[in-house]
T-cell receptor
Framework: EDQVTQSPEALRLQEGESSSLNCSYT??????LFWYRQDPGKGPEFLFT???AGEEKEKERLKATLTKKESFLHITAPKPEDSATYLC??????????????FGKGTKLSVIP | GAVVSQHPSWVICKSGTSVKIECRSL??????MFWYRQFPKQSLMLMAT?????????EQGVEKDKFLINHASLTLSTLTVTSAHPEDSSFYIC????????????FGPGTRLLVL
């Protein structure tokens, strides 16, 4: 069974204070690891997909990295508008359902002006 | 690109009535659509997976007769909550994936259901 654990559950940062969110996973054959951003009362917004260890992707102040056991979402000089819950999900090759995602519980990020 | 819409965005109904929620992919063909449920401060719980023209595959513990899913076309899936009860109140979110999107799921904005 695929499992995803995100830490910390909540993170408060001052504006401009860089930090990282962690996503640890176990999966029998990784097809892809996904990062989403979710604002309150809205559906998740796609950020990145990572496919293999060593891969990195960047988008504005966000950078996602992947190893064989975990992924990090680095936030550089965050702004208040980066406040949201960040969800990590894995897609494995096992199981009857194709393309299914297993989600972590998320990290709620608050950036204080 | 890769926009998914849901309708309605919120609905309030009386206990015992049925509610239909629509999920549409606006600019791509969704070969697979997913329905999730999310409780406050919890992550997404997959309810079912549907492929166009096929019966939906439900996750363990999800009642097929209560949550009817129809994926009639490559751009539309519907979730009908039959004989809704207060415990069905939740945030329902759909997602869609297409073969041209490298299997990434794109999510709709969600539907807030309140059953009185």
């Amino acid at each position: 069974e695929d499992q995803v654990t995100q830490s910390p559950e909540a993170l408060r940062l001052q504006e401009g204070e860089s930090s990282s969110l962690n996503c640890s996973y176990t999966v029998s054959g990784l097809r892809g690891l996904f990062w989403y951003r979710q604002d309150p009362g809205k559906g998740p917004e796609f950020l990145f997909t990572l496919y293999s260890a060593g891969e990195e992707k960047e988008k504005e102040r966000l950078k996602a990295t992947l190893t064989k056991k975990e992924s990090f979402l680095h936030i550089t000089a965050p702004k208040p508008e980066d406040s949201a819950t960040y969800l990590c999900a894995v897609q494995g090759y096992s199981g009857a359902g194709s393309y299914q995602l297993t989600f972590g519980k998320g990290t709620k990020l608050s950036v204080i002006p | 690109g890769a926009v998914v819409s849901q309708h309605p965005s919120w609905v309030i109904c009386k206990s015992g009535t049925s509610v239909k929620i629509e999920c549409r992919s606006l600019d791509f063909q969704a070969t697979t659509m997913f329905w999730y449920r999310q409780f406050p401060k919890q992550s997404l719980m997959l309810m079912a997976t549907s492929n166009e023209g096929s019966k939906a595959t439900y996750e363990q513990g999800v009642e097929k007769d209560k949550f009817l899913i129809n994926h009639a076309s490559l751009t539309l899936s519907t979730l009908t909550v039959t004989s809704a009860h207060p415990e069905d109140s939740s945030f329902y979110i759909c997602s869609a994936s297409g073969t041209d999107l490298q299997e990434t799921q794109y999510f709709g904005p969600g539907t807030r259901l309140l059953v009185l």
